[in-house]
């Protein structure tokens, strides 16, 4: 039987290069992109397009938007005490 690891101190250290291949519980090998597919689970959320997202999905590490979508609010209603504003003086959304 091979040693794959070292304990130090109580922790299991050792080089990468010792430690098991990948292998299912049944002891078959598997390739590097089965072994990804197996931690990772699902597609990466990341690589998704924006109408591909849905509420139900994975969260994603980044934002995601579609800044050519045809459904964009640009109407609303002005604001009272705006004064001097130079940036937003219209409300959009849900006036409750």
Known sequence: MAKFSNKVMGKEVGQASVYAT???????SLGPKDAM??????????TLSAK????SSQAMRVSAGDPGR???KTSGIKMR??????????????MA
Request: aromatic share 0%; charged share 20%; hydrophobic share 30%.
């Open 22 to 28: 990948p292998h299912t519980m049944a002891g078959t």
């Open 37 to 46: 597919k197996a931690v990772s689970g699902a597609v990466d959320p990341n």
């Open 52 to 55: 591909q997202t849905r509420p």
């Open 70 to 72: 045809d459904d964009v």
């Open 81 to 94: 005490g705006t004064g001097a504003a130079t940036k937003g003086l219209m409300s959009r959304g849900p």
